[in-house]
């Protein structure tokens, strides 16, 4: 490649260019999205950076305030629980956990509830109607109480908490992607496109899907942060990670006796849940701002 | 002259939606009527609103299908299965949407727009495709440059342009408008329709158009129709029939555009 650009070729930015540049302009956004990125890394290559295994145990060092305090030590940065464990270990691991199986699940929920919603907004009549008013009608019920209901149900445990969240999370997304898809097939350019003789699986890959992808960006991130309070949630009401799985609700839950003599214990995890949730909304705001900017230019 | 277009009976009644057993407003109902379009002419459709204009306009695209009657394209297919013709007839019979923003994928370049019929419809290759382009975009009056923006990045005259080149980029023989100039502001709208006449000299389309503008309509209309409530009330060359409009719309009509006209230059002719 040459350093210099002889001939000044005039850029053509994608959408997702001038997305991105009119993001940038956010500066909470920015923030949000570092923040964002170094929990995506700590999800990825959590175990590396951990200095203990967060499960090993040591019972001459229970409840060791964080480093900053007088009687802390450097050797447990965010000190220790009562069972000894190091908490700054316990919590990349745990936040790894949550993180990662909330990506996943909403995932999972957004490819099905596209693939559903895309084939009641490009069908009409009783099937249609069908999907559309019975999954809106679940929309009622809160994403966490449908979720105990289905644990309760299932069973506790990880797994099928993550596949109850996942269930409660895909008629939002259904209802949102016909909403959208019924909206663009009113649109003109289908009609050319459906004159030029394209099947449904064109129209959907080259008309709809481009079109859909801002949609589905922001509703992304609204479920993200949905997915990760109803995981801790059921992880902090014991119905969630179970046993040796660390994970910030149930990190929570384990240290609500020790809350008056240790707080850090309580303080740390919370701090990260708020992190996690507090970045991916603000994410989402600013991705929502700068598609609406986006628009307008 | 050589028809190439012809809609014999051509009805077509819409389904005026129930709710609740009762009907919301009456049933629109088009026709039947014969109509029959030449080789290289220009035909302009006029009428109030909820004439039947543009549903005319879109039955002889082939985007509504007639209820009744049938529209026969005049010319021999290269293909013999029923659904090959019907697909035939589509690519010569091309349309070019009222508001061309809203007829041009958002989420496209002008040359991912432009790709997209010649995928479909024909067997070039990918370079191939991009020479065409490259073509039909100076032919329409825009830069090769062009294939790289994305539709808001143009203006509303470089859009319908792009429209225009979305519909030329076939070979078609008919191309039906629905009011193609008007959300252009006067100066590109002529530019448009110089363009229009131009490419109808080169390529010898038949060009059908709905348009309110009797202006344009008796500058470059070869005939016109005039509709009313779904009925064909007159039609004939333009010229005669903005001299002796016989039916009281099409009368109407035309004095409400001749009063706008300063009486000095077009007040005698009236007479």
């Not at chain 1, 956004?29 to 090993?56: C, E, N, R, W």
């Not at chain 1, 907004?121 to 009622?140: C, E, F, P, Q, T």
Request: proline share 5%; glycine share 6%.
């Amino acid at each position: 490649m040459s350093r210099f650009n002889l001939y000044i070729d005039e850029q053509h930015p994608s959408p997702w260019q001038q997305t991105w540049r009119e993001f940038k302009r956010s500066h909470v956004a920015m923030a949000g999205i570092i923040m964002l990125g170094f929990f995506t890394v700590v999800a990825l290559f959590g175990p590396l950076i951990a200095p203990y295994d967060p499960l090993l145990q040591n019972t001459d060092t229970t409840l060791i305030p964080p480093s900053w305090d007088p009687s802390g030590t450097v050797r447990y940065v965010l000190g220790t629980d009562a069972l000894g464990r190091d908490l700054f270990s316990r919590l990349i691991h745990a936040s790894q956990v949550t993180f990662g199986t909330s990506v996943m699940l909403v995932m999972v929920a957004m490819l099905v509830g596209v693939a559903i919603g895309v084939m009641a907004g490009m069908s009409y009549g009783v099937r249609a109607s069908i999907i559309n008013h019975l999954l809106d009608a679940l929309m009622v019920i809160p994403t966490l109480l449908l979720a105990i209901i289905i644990v309760a149900i299932v069973g506790t445990g990880l797994v099928n908490s993550m596949w109850a969240i996942t269930l409660a999370l895909i008629p939002h997304f259904v209802h949102h992607t016909r909403n959208t898809v019924r909206e663009l097939m009113k649109k003109e350019f289908i009609l050319a496109t459906k004159l030029d003789g394209a099947s449904k699986p064109h129209i959907f890959i080259y008309s709809l899907l481009p079109n859909m992808i801002e949609m589905l960006v922001v509703q992304g991130t609204i479920a993200l942060s949905i997915a990760i309070l109803d995981i801790t949630a059921l992880g902090f009401l014991n119905l969630g990670a179970q046993g040796s799985t660390i994970e910030l609700g149930a990190m929570l839950a384990e240290s609500l006796n020790v809350v008056y003599i240790a707080p850090w214990n309580i303080a740390l995890p919370g701090l990260t849940i708020f992190l996690m949730v507090f970045s991916v909304n603000v994410v989402g705001d600013g991705l929502r701002a700068a598609l609406n900017r986006r628009l307008r230019h | 002259m050589t028809t190439i277009l012809s809609a014999k009976a051509l009805t077509y009644v819409s389904e005026a939606p129930r709710r609740f057993g009762r009907r919301k407003h009456e049933a629109f109902k088009l026709g039947p009527f014969d109509l029959t379009i030449e080789k290289a002419e220009t035909v302009a459709i006029i009428g109030g609103n909820r004439s039947g204009k543009s549903v005319l306009a879109r039955l002889l695209c082939g985007a509504m299908q007639p209820t009744d009657g049938e529209i026969i394209f005049h010319q021999d297919a290269p293909h013999s299965s029923t659904a090959a013709k019907q697909q035939w007839q589509k690519q010569q019979v091309r349309m070019i949407f009222q508001r061309s923003s809203e007829s041009l994928n958002p989420a496209l370049t002008i040359g991912g727009i432009l790709h997209e019929p010649l995928k479909l419809n024909t067997d070039l290759s990918y370079a191939q495709r991009e020479e065409k382009i490259a073509a039909v975009l100076s032919q329409v009056g825009l830069l090769r440059e062009h294939y790289f923006f994305y539709p808001h990045m143009l203006s509303d005259g470089q859009q319908q342009r792009v429209a225009m080149a979305r519909a030329l980029i076939l070979n078609p023989s008919v191309i039906v408008a629905d009011e193609p100039f008007a959300a252009l502001d006067p100066s590109v709208r002529s530019q448009t329709v110089n363009l229009i006449l131009q490419l109808q000299r080169d390529l010898g389309l038949s060009f059908v158009f709905i348009s309110h503008n009797l202006g344009i309509v008796r500058h470059i209309a070869d005939r016109m129709v005039v509709m009313n409530e779904g009925q064909i009330i007159e039609a004939g060359r333009t010229d005669t029939l903005f001299r002796w409009p016989k039916h009281e719309i099409t009368q109407r009509l035309i004095s409400a555009h001749q009063s706008l006209i300063p009486q000095a230059s077009d007040g005698k002719r009236l007479k």
